[in-house]
């Protein structure tokens, strides 16, 4: 079952940061936060993952409250070819996945 | 980074019939891979967990012996459907876990299935 809940929708103008939250509360110590993203008929994208300590990478940043029980994906400037379905997932490193509902972004121009 | 095939892309079959899906890992070794299903508007759902050399997972509600599931080499997973009907048309995807470093999953790019 998944163990996160995120809004089912957000819109972000075109060159600006989208912050896409994520709540996990009952995350557990040895569990991983892990971001997709599923562009329309595709298979999900890999997009970043971290345990407790903020990430960054080409495609995105990752920050992760303190106490662990949230986070946030910024993606610095956000392009109409960012409109998708984020999906935030928390697991035990070699587990399985379970995909919540998501976060449809919807970029505007 | 990591690539994840599959094959095909999209099939249109008659109920009744079996319908073979391939997923391979291109770049990697991946001793596990997953299958999804996902329906329109839907998220994706695990169905279950393929294991190279041995037996599949499969998760609650999912019928082992309608979706067969092989994992005979280290790069490549089957997933048979097997007697389609039109309730088992659905977009199926398939991972790869890349065991290289923290065990990400990488995604194929879906196979969609019509059964008419």
């Known amino acids: 079952d998944a163990k996160t809940t995120q809004p089912p929708s957000m819109d972000c103008a075109e060159g600006r940061a989208a912050n896409l939250p994520c709540n996990h509360s009952t995350i557990s110590g040895n569990e991983y936060v892990y971001w997709y993203r599923q562009i329309h008929s595709q298979g999900p994208q890999y997009i970043i993952h971290?345990?407790?300590n903020n990430e960054t990478n080409e495609m995105a940043s990752l920050i992760i409250t303190e106490d662990r029980k949230s986070s946030t994906l910024i993606l610095p400037h956000a392009t109409l070819r960012d409109t998708a379905v984020y999906y935030c997932?928390?697991?035990?490193?070699?587990?399985?996945?379970?995909f919540g509902t998501g976060t449809s972004l919807t970029v505007i121009p | 980074g990591a690539v994840v095939s599959q094959h095909p892309s999209w099939v249109i079959c008659k109920s009744g019939t079996s319908v073979k899906i391939e997923c391979r890992s291109l770049?990697?070794?991946?001793?596990?891979m997953f299958w999804y299903r996902q329906f329109p508007k839907q998220s994706l759902m695990l169905m279950a967990t393929s294991n190279e050399g041995s037996k599949a997972t499969y998760e609650q509600g999912v019928e082992k012996d309608k979706f067969l599931i092989n994992h005979a080499s280290l790069t490549l997973s089957t997933l048979t459907v097997t007697s389609a009907h039109p309730e088992d048309s659905s977009f199926y995807i398939c991972?790869?876990?890349?065991?290289?470093?923290?065990?990400?999953?990488?995604f194929g790019p879906g196979t969609r299935l019509l059964v008419l």
């Open positions: 991972s790869a876990r890349d065991e290289r470093g923290w065990e990400t999953q990488y």
């Open positions: 971290g345990l407790k």
């Open positions: 997932i928390v697991r035990v490193t070699g587990n399985q996945f379970y």
């Open positions: 770049d990697f070794q991946a001793t596990t």
